[in-house]
């Protein structure tokens, strides 16, 4: 009797990717990786350098009009002090700095116009001495980062507000919006208190005490920054608006601003 033969089915054929290629596509999958965002170390150690107070923006000068909020008796002691700081992040100038500091940390990252949003900054400093601190502190932030070579540099107004030029940074070298923002806030709200030590309302033990309980704050007041939008710009701490205005009458002071 004859067996009938078994039939044998092809195998598919296995289709090797050349080497050169294999390692084309690893090549270009971390280099769009590295571009989007840094790692966190990296991250972390350029927020600490460009927000530190040695950062060379002559934040120190500046006392954002709480010099003559002491002056007037407004602002008296650590409960007064941090009652004045949060107003300013929650509902104030803080507020909408770190709005403007979220779009343009966007437009760095889109490719978007970057002119428009430092004009409109500049236009919502509410004084004289305002106008000058973040112009001032814009321009020497913008020098000083040059250190970090970032095309975004190249497209920032050589004259450009203090929240626009870090958010654009920030943005530009592909450091995380709420990190950033968190960071930014944390910041202002130190030279405040640094300011406030100067002017004889606080001593460093209470300094220490309000900057440890202003982490909440900056983590909420981030994450809705975080989220906004330019509709969302807008205050109502009119009274620090007014202490900034007197203060540029003021007759003895220590600070520009």
């Known amino acids: 009797m004859v067996m009938p033969m078994p039939r044998h089915t092809a195998m598919p054929k296995r289709i090797r990717m050349p080497m050169a290629s294999r390692i084309l596509i690893r090549t270009i999958t971390r280099m769009t990786t590295t571009m989007t965002d840094q790692p966190s170390g990296i991250a972390l150690l350029r927020l600490m350098a460009w927000l ?10 500046y006392s954002h009009g709480l010099e003559r909020a ?13 009652a004045w700081l949060d107003t300013l992040v929650e509902i104030g100038s803080g507020w909408n700095d770190a709005v403007l500091f979220a779009e343009s940390w966007r437009r760095a990252r889109e490719e978007d116009d970057l002119d428009g949003i430092a004009a409109l900054a500049e236009a919502l400093a509410g004084s004289r001495e305002r106008h000058t601190e973040t112009m001032l502190q814009g321009a020497a932030f913008l020098k000083a980062a040059s250190a970090w070579p970032c095309q975004v540099l190249e497209r920032l107004p050589a004259e450009c507000p203090y929240c626009v030029a870090v958010g654009a940074v920030a943005g530009g070298n592909g450091i995380a919006l709420p990190d950033a923002l968190s960071a930014f806030l944390q910041a202002f709200f130190s030279n405040l208190v640094q300011a406030a030590i100067r002017l004889g309302v606080v001593g460093q033990t209470e300094a220490t005490a309000l900057l440890a309980g202003f982490e909440p704050l900056a983590l909420e007041t981030a994450s809705r ?33």
């Open 225 to 257: 920054a975080s989220n906004s939008t330019l509709d969302d710009l807008g205050g109502c701490a009119f009274v620090s608006d007014i202490m900034a205005m007197k203060h540029e009458t003021q007759y003895s002071r220590l600070f520009r601003s």
């Open 52 to 61: 530190s107070p040695a950062f060379p923006v002559g934040g120190f000068s």
């Open 70 to 82: 002491v002056h007037d008796g407004l602002v008296a002691d650590s409960e007064s002090l941090a």
